[in-house]
């Protein structure tokens, strides 16, 4: 079994307009201001998971000052798993 121990997701709406969330987090800016610097959503996170070969992922929270930025149930997200699968 594979895991990535460590991985980051995002809405579809702070990956289109990543510069609208830089407004009082430092640390999201200085990781994100490159434009090259890739951002994945849940979906693109499944489909490299499956690409290569990764089991399971560790979805990581971004650790947002303004906690209105951490709301959960945004649309584009889809069902958090909590079980671990079937080793292979």
Request: proline share 9%; glycine share 4%.
């Amino acid at each position: 079994m594979i895991i990535d121990a460590h991985t980051h997701i995002f809405p579809d709406e702070v990956i289109a307009n990543r510069q609208a969330f830089f407004k009082g987090e430092a640390a999201f800016e200085l990781l994100l201001v490159d434009p090259e610097a890739r951002m994945v959503s849940a979906a693109e996170l499944l489909a490299a998971m499956d690409k290569d070969g990764i089991d399971v992922s560790i979805v990581c929270g971004f650790p947002w000052l303004e906690t209105a930025k951490a709301r959960p149930g945004w649309a584009s997200w889809p069902p958090i798993y909590t079980t671990w699968p079937t080793p292979k």
